[in-house]
């Protein structure tokens, strides 16, 4: 069992950056690909980046790609979202999950665990 819990989120204005945090517990966190999925009100969850066990993979939306950056300090137990040149549209609640597998993951149901999410809100 894996627990998750997620940091680092807060209000950004336009082109301000934030990073978010995934902290692990429970057991060894470098056996697991990681991946960041977001949920903004009234719509569904939408896939952001995922990183496998050994941060040698990465794979991003379309819609993040040149902006945001995953990475992972496994000796930390945490991977990290680095979010530049935010965007109106990046308002949602975030959550990091991991899965057991060796490949990067695009979709949130591929996924066994999950944190409870971080808030980013955009403030105009």
Same mark, same amino acid.
């Given at each position: 069992q894996v627990q998750l819990v997620e940091s680092g989120g807060g =209000? &950004?204005?336009?082109?301000?950056? =934030?990073?978010l945090s995934c902290t692990a517990s429970g057991r060894t966190f470098?056996?697991?690909? $990681?991946? /960041?999925?977001?949920q903004a009100p009234g719509?569904?969850?939408e896939f952001v980046a995922a990183i496998? /066990?050994?941060? #040698?993979? +990465?794979?991003y939306a379309d819609? &993040?790609?040149g902006r945001? +950056?995953?990475s992972r300090d496994n000796a930390k137990? +945490? &991977?990290? =979202? #680095?979010?530049?040149? =935010?965007?109106?549209?990046?308002?949602? $609640?975030?959550?990091?999950a991991a899965t057991g597998g060796t490949g990067v993951y695009s979709f949130p149901r591929y996924y066994d665990y999950w944190g409870r999410?971080? #808030? &980013? +809100?955009f403030s105009s």
């Open positions: =209000l &950004v204005q336009a082109g301000g950056s =934030l990073r470098s056996g697991y690909a $990681v991946g /960041w999925i977001r719509k569904e969850r496998n /066990w050994s941060g #040698q993979s +990465t794979y819609s &993040v790609k945001f +950056t995953i137990n +945490t &991977v990290y =979202l #680095q979010m530049d040149n =935010l965007k109106p549209e990046d308002t949602a $609640v975030y959550s990091c999410g971080t #808030q &980013v +809100t």
